[in-house]
């Protein structure tokens, strides 16, 4: 489906992700109630919430690391992982997936570089097998990430050589070198020792301030609070609340989200 | 010296043998890389299957391979060698014996290969999947690597077993460097100089299989977590 | 080639098949049971500081048979042994000998795993409540590790069992050598060694289903 045919649907062209009503179930327990959420490109989405609220698992679905049950993701006008044919809802064939995946950047919570790459082959990696390029032009581009969050000196460390916080800058760049319109993270700091979560919060920031289209899952409330420009608070599996940060975290207007913000008193100013 | 190589010496009858004895250790060195070659381009494939493959397809390579493992290598090796010659198909013994061999060793390096690819975390395949890589893509630049380092332990294992079972295909006729040897004795019977030579031979063998399976064990032990 | 089935031939073999069952399961226990004392013995050696002595050719023991052809060995044992004079094994006998031989190698790595994988916290509780060095290897490292082990033994029980087809090599009327028998005699080929392999599988499974039912029972957490 082309952006215009996306535009005469009701979506601005200028969205960069847009879901509506995305239901998720695993077995008999539904876990994403119908999430609706659009995100303009350069704005900077932080989904809030308590484990389990969905939050992890819309992240997946929006990359197709997760089946959905129902509704439809568009990411740049382009429907995700299904489509319809006839009134019937068919998945997309493996290739249009892997494809569509390319251009959606995600970070994981646990990093999941590849042990058996270097911190730079870990980057060349996509570029030079999804994306084409040469091992040249592919290898500067890596050079160039690996500089931009500060470790050109680790490039041919292996991934067990590395902090965790170092393993996690590299991931990002890993994903953001793909050039995608969107980058997901996925509770990037969770796994972290304390003392070096700042370092990958600030390649984050660095990121965000350049315009990159983030939607990122974190239990960093402060961090949220500085970078975000959004924040929707979840709630068993449905978008309780949204709004700019300095809203949604110092007015909630829900029970549910101020006794959530609560466990963070005191993070929060 | 020279009564070293007088009629009745060991070291007299192993020349005369030479001829027969270098041709059956000719015969067991083919034999086993044959058997290698197949066990590890089907069983990889296998292997694949019986990970990723549908279901009916997984649940008949499953059947086999545990059908296959479960019954001793000399069986399969006298069914394949009788059957073939039953149903009119005219084989060899060497490649009866070598199919029948190397079909066992398809089911091992099938099995190795399916608990290294099931044993990488879930969370790799993920992250080759965001950066767009397709299914062989993942396959080939980010879980094989991985399921190489975990998988060899086991299939060098499986390689010593290997050349250790060739001794079996003397049972159905082919003259390998056993039967040579046992030719060899029930012309000089010297039973425990021939055999214990015998032996000699196939542990070099069998250890150096196992060196250089260590060897390549630690070039590929920068691959951790 | 037109192929008949007739599996009368096999039940008319009940007898000699169920005798090569018998015979295969016996010399197969055997050699676990005595394989494992040899094995246990050879991995407390090589545990032992005060044996260094014996570490080199307890070491080669091991090596030697695991990284021989077992039907070498049978061969070896069947024809050399006399040869040099060690007379009074019949097949039987010699076949035995050798997979016990077999069986202990292996059995010693085993047990040498077994040995080492016993976490420290159980001998350290033993000699807190004041255990002596040799009580607390009899109450509670072989008590452990033989648990730890068990599956391993299992393992090795229906390897063992399908080694015994090497038998047949030296006339030894087990499952194998019946089968052969069969062959030979029928010519119904399929009829033959159908019958066996699933004798064998059925067998297998049987020992495996028992046998991990017990290691339930004596299951350790580490």
């Given amino acids: 489906m082309s952006t215009t045919a996306a535009s005469a649907n009701g979506h601005d062209g200028s969205l960069v992700l847009s879901a509506r009503d995305i239901h998720k179930r695993f077995g008999d327990v539904e876990v994403l109630k119908g999430i609706d959420i659009d995100v303009a490109k350069g704005e900077v989405v932080a989904l809030i919430g308590a484990s389990g609220s969905g939050k992890t698992t819309f992240l997946r679905c929006v990359n197709m690391l997760e089946e959905y049950q129902a509704g439809t993701i568009r990411v740049g006008g382009e429907p995700i992982g299904y489509h319809e044919e006839g009134g019937r809802r068919l998945r997309l064939p493996e290739a249009t997936v892997v494809r569509q995946r390319a251009d959606i950047g995600m970070v994981f919570q646990s990093f999941n570089l590849f042990p058996h790459l270097t911190a730079r082959a870990n980057i060349m990696l996509g570029l030079t097998k999804v994306r084409g390029k040469s091992k040249a032009e592919a290898g500067a581009i890596a050079d160039r990430w690996l500089e931009r969050v500060g470790l050109s000196d680790r490039k041919d460390h292996y991934p067990y050589q590395l902090s965790g916080g170092q393993q996690q800058r590299v991931a990002i760049a890993r994903a953001v070198s793909m050039d995608p319109r969107l980058v997901l993270f996925d509770e990037v700091t969770s796994a972290l020792d304390p003392e070096l979560v700042g370092e990958v919060l600030t390649v984050m920031q660095d990121l965000a301030k350049s315009g990159m289209t983030m939607l990122v899952v974190s239990h960093e409330m402060l961090f949220v609070s500085s970078i975000a420009t959004r924040v929707v608070f979840m709630d068993g599996g449905r978008i309780a609340e949204q709004g700019p940060p300095s809203e949604i975290l110092k007015n909630p207007k829900s029970e549910r989200l101020r006794s959530f913000l609560g466990r963070f008193h005191g993070v929060l100013r | 010296m020279m009564t070293l190589f007088q009629p009745g010496h060991f070291f007299y009858e192993v020349w005369i043998a030479r001829g027969v004895l270098l041709s059956g250790l000719a015969i067991t060195v083919a034999s086993a890389a044959s058997i290698i070659a197949i066990g590890l381009s089907v069983g990889i494939l296998g292997g694949l299957c019986l990970t990723y493959a549908a279901r009916p397809i997984r649940w008949v390579m499953r059947a086999y391979v545990d059908v296959v493992r479960g019954t001793p290598v000399l069986v399969l090796i006298f069914f394949v060698f009788y059957g073939t010659a039953i149903i009119g198909i005219d084989v060899s013994p060497f490649v009866a014996g070598v199919l029948a061999i190397g079909g066992f060793c398809v089911a091992h390096t099938a099995e190795t290969v399916r608990g290294a690819l099931e044993s990488i975390p879930q969370a790799q395949s993920d992250a080759a999947k965001a950066i767009g890589l397709g299914f062989w893509g993942r396959l080939v630049h980010a879980l094989g690597p991985q399921a190489v380092r975990r998988a060899l332990p086991p299939w060098i294992n499986t390689a010593v077993e290997m050349v250790k079972g060739t001794t079996l295909l003397s049972l159905i006729g082919v003259v390998d460097l056993l039967l040579a040897a046992q030719q060899a004795v029930s012309r000089s019977f010297m039973a425990m100089e021939f055999y214990g030579a015998c032996l000699v031979v196939y542990v070099v063998i069998c250890l150096g299989i196992s060196q250089l399976g260590a060897l390549v064990e630690r070039r590929l032990a920068y691959i951790r977590y | 080639m037109q192929y008949f089935f007739n599996w009368d031939v096999v039940w008319r073999a009940t007898d000699k098949l169920a005798y090569g069952l018998v015979l295969g399961l016996g010399m197969a226990t055997f050699a676990l049971v005595v394989g494992s004392v040899i094995g246990l013995a050879s991995a407390l050696v090589l545990t032992s500081p005060k044996l260094k002595a014996l570490h080199r050719p307890v070491r080669w023991y091991v090596e030697i048979i695991r990284n021989s052809p077992l039907l070498v060995l ?84 229906i390897s063992l069992f399908k080694d015994t087809a090497l038998a047949s090599a030296i006339a030894v009327p087990e499952l194998t050598h019946t089968a052969r028998w069969i062959n030979v005699q029928t010519f119904q080929v399929v009829e033959a060694w159908t019958s066996v392999t699933v004798l064998y599988l059925v067998v297998s499974y049987l020992i495996a289903f028992v046998l991990r039912r017990v290691e339930r029972r004596y299951a350790v957490i580490r």
Avoid: H, K
Avoid at chain 3, 92 to 104: D, H, N, P, R, W
Avoid at chain 3, 142 to 155: C, D, K, Y
């Fill in chain 3, 74 to 157: 049978v061969f070896f044992v069947y024809f050399g042994l006399p040869q040099a004079g060690i007379r009074g094994l019949d097949n039987i006998g010699s076949f035995v000998l050798t997979l016990t031989l077999y069986a202990g190698a292996y059995m010693t790595e085993v047990f040498r795993g077994g040995l080492a994988s016993i976490p420290a916290r159980y001998i350290e509780s033993g000699m807190a409540i004041g255990l002596s060095g040799r009580q607390c290897f009899f109450f509670v490292t072989l008590p452990v590790m033989f648990r730890i082990v068990l599956p391993s033994l299992t393992n090795n029980l």
